[in-house]
């Protein structure tokens, strides 16, 4: 049977848009606590905003650009526009309606009242009206829109209140009214969006936007506000960088980034009440087509109302707080050196801390037998302490050289200023290879011992990001050993000084060897299956999406391979299809932190070959991007990859989704003992659970299940 037929892809954009209904799902199940329900929802419209700065754009522009043909799964740009559409408004729809039905009715039993302005009691009117006029009205600029004041550009997701108005009648003798006006009033991001009024108990707020379009004929003497609604446009967003035409890529990035708020609507939303007339004004104004309004039954922007969650302690509306542990080998090692000089050492993030890998930096920054520091930085974060330690460790004579990455999308201006702090600490600062984000995350430090010259290497499948490491599930290993130091070593000559990639030892690295690599251990698995000998396949990544991987799974699900796929958001492999695919599960699970690492298992039990990576299988990862897959050596570390990491997510019965043939997703099989992956795991790190030593369901033998 041809692997390429179009039925046998799942549509990337239609995957997406499955993770994200997963998301939304989090925050309509009432078992979790109300403010990790109002938290899913934020992340579903934040997720919402770069998919249409993002994708939709991009898909918008292969439409003027006149491109007809789709991806791997065949669908038109033009058909999947519309499939998108209908399906984000049925997603929004149920959004909304889960806000007013239960999270709006939450918050206010919860004594967190959010009130519209036609709610409010005689002494919250005088309370709101005090406020606007001293605290607000200063800030706000009235708009009108005539033929002497055109429509103005609005900037990308910013709140705005639009305003039908018409002129009153004038003089003694009453000239008569005008026609309607459109006026326009953007909402201060300076201001704080939650207003806070008197209340008998609890707390009550009314929202910035509703209090200036309840006071609206303050900034519009001589007329009366005839209706007011808020609403939001959404931009193309992506930057657009020439490298090879570029003498300097900071500047260039720059210059793009401030281009960028001037890139096409995308998306209008506004409030569900807003007039049909008032609703067609602005669509028209911002040259939009009737599907790309989303009516809002609620908040615009929701997921600024996480900032409830800052105003209120009470530990039973959010999740249980954690600790995260430090693993035995950090603790109990004088350096950190010295805590994995001999041995391996993995790190469980967000479950184990992020502190042995600050402490890493820090410790070299300090460290007087330290002679070189080299390090890749994707997303730095805010207030990074890795980033102030390599400062530190330059002004202190030693040879440092990172290579930020100013294109990481949405990240640009950010890594822009880390990257300009660091070059005037004297860090040698490099921005990559020409035409490719550098996406691995590395860390290598040169050390003086009695012994001689020795190298210490971190790699991880998550940034160097504090914030991040608290919010995702990485796993990241601390090693010595000598060859994976040498492949960091040219892998950094290659990043700074543009030599020719070598022959790797233990890496294999994207653009270069990545794809094969993976391609041919699944090709491996196949083979063994059609000898009849052990074979299995076990992968957890973010994303599958590059046809070629996935026509060699179904060609190993064909061989009679076992391949268990956790996937956590895209996934254009289509199970399940018989003759095809029939021996392959994909598995998503959604939960309290964003999975995020990628591990990936090949041959059955004891023999299997375990790899860690920055790199989902996509094809801008194996590409466009510059990325690290190394290989555990460490048969402890190994072994709790497998038995603990991946069997865990893999018995997963309580958050886990199976993918169907169909493209949609079902609860997994519910057993008994309910299992929870993400709370095993932190069971384990409390110290309250004792880790899996084996687990059955990771042995498969040429397809059969064995115990």
Not at 318 to 342: G, H, I, L, M, N
Not at 462 to 477: C, M, P, R
Request: aromatic share 6%.
């Amino acid at each position: 049977m041809e692997l390429v037929r179009n039925d046998l892809f799942i549509n990337r954009e239609l995957s997406w848009l499955a993770f994200n209904q997963r998301v939304l799902a989090e925050s309509l199940d009432a078992a979790l606590p109300l403010f990790e329900r109002l938290k899913f929802t934020a992340i579903f419209s934040a997720n919402l905003d770069e998919f249409f700065m993002v994708r939709v754009a991009g898909l918008r522009q292969q439409l003027t650009s006149g491109v007809s043909e789709g991806a791997a799964d065949g669908i038109p740009p033009s058909e999947l526009l519309t499939l998108i559409s209908d399906k984000t408004h049925e997603l929004v729809g149920q959004q909304y309606q889960g806000w007013n039905a239960e999270l709006r009715v939450g918050l206010g039993s919860a004594g967190l009242v959010l009130l519209d302005p036609s709610e409010l009691s005689t002494e919250q009117k005088a309370a709101a009206r005090l406020y606007f006029l001293s605290a607000v009205f200063p800030a706000l600029t009235p708009l009108a829109v005539d033929p002497g004041h055109p429509f103005p550009h609005l900037r990308n997701k910013s709140l705005n209140v639009a305003l039908r108005l018409r002129r009153e009648a004038r003089g003694r003798k009453k000239q008569p009214q005008g026609g309607t006006v459109l006026a326009l009033v953007q909402v201060p991001s300076v201001l704080p969006r939650l207003v806070s009024l008197p209340a008998v108990s609890g707390q009550a707020f009314v929202l910035l936007e509703g209090l200036i379009a309840a006071h609206a004929v303050e900034l519009f003497p001589g007329f009366t506000v005839l209706e007011a609604a808020c609403f939001r446009v959404t931009r193309n967003w992506d930057l657009a960088v020439d490298e090879e035409e570029s003498e300097d890529l900071v500047a260039t990035v720059q210059e793009e980034l401030r281009r960028r708020d001037r890139g096409a609507a995308v998306r209008l939303e506004i409030d569900s009440r807003a007039s049909a007339e008032l609703e067609s004004e602005l669509r028209e104004a911002v040259s939009l087509e009737p599907a790309d309004v989303y009516r809002c039954a609620g908040p615009l922007q929701i997921n600024e109302l996480t900032a409830l969650a800052d105003l209120d302690p009470r530990a039973e509306l959010r999740a249980e707080p954690f600790t995260p542990a430090v693993p035995k080998a950090f603790k109990e090692a004088d350096s950190v050196f010295e805590a994995f000089r001999a041995k391996d050492v993995l790190v469980h993030h967000p479950y184990e801390s992020f502190d042995p890998v600050v402490r890493f930096i820090e410790e070299a920054a300090e460290d007087p037998n330290v002679l070189a520091i080299k390090q890749t930085l994707y997303r730095a974060g805010g207030d990074s302490k890795l980033v102030r330690a390599l400062g530190r460790a330059a002004e202190n004579g030693k040879q440092v050289a990172v290579l930020v990455e100013i294109k990481a999308r949405f990240d640009e201006a950010n890594n822009i200023a880390w990257a300009r702090r660091l070059e005037e600490s004297g860090v040698h600062v490099v921005y990559g290879l020409i035409g490719l984000k550098t996406h691995c995350k590395v860390a290598l430090v040169v050390r003086r011992e009695s012994s001689g010259i020795r190298r210490y290497v971190h790699l991880s499948t998550g940034n160097y990001n504090q914030a991040t490491a608290k919010q995702y599930t990485d796993v990241s290993l601390f090693t010595a050993r000598k060859e994976i130091a040498e492949d960091a070593t040219a892998l950094f000559n290659m990043l700074t000084g543009n030599s020719t990639a070598p022959q790797w030892k233990r890496l294999a690295v994207a653009p270069i060897d990545l794809r094969e690599r993976v391609i041919g251990l699944i090709e491996r698995e196949a083979e063994k299956a059609k000898k009849g000998e052990p074979s299995r396949i076990i992968a957890k990544m973010n994303a599958l999406v590059d046809p070629p991987v996935i026509r060699a799974l179904y060609r190993a699900s064909q061989a009679g391979v076992e391949i268990d796929l956790m996937v956590r958001g895209i996934c254009c492999l289509r199970p399940g299809v018989p003759g095809v695919s029939d021996h392959i599960r994909v598995t998503s699970v959604v939960d309290r932190f964003l999975e995020h690492s990628r591990i990936f298992a090949f041959g059955a039990a004891d023999q299997a070959e375990v790899f860690i990576s920055s790199a989902d299988w996509m094809p801008r990862n194996f590409i466009r991007r510059v990325e690290v897959m190394f290989p555990v050596e460490d048969a402890a570390i190994r072994a709790r990859l497998l038995n603990e990491v991946l069997a865990l997510a893999l018995r997963d019965n309580v958050k886990a989704r199976r993918l169907q043939p169909n493209g949609s997703y079902l609860p997994a099989e519910a057993t008994s003992p309910p299992l929870r992956s993400q709370q095993a795991l932190l069971e384990i790190a409390r110290g309250n659970a004792e880790p899996p030593r084996h687990d059955p369901s990771i042995r498969f033998t040429s397809g059969v299940r064995t115990a």
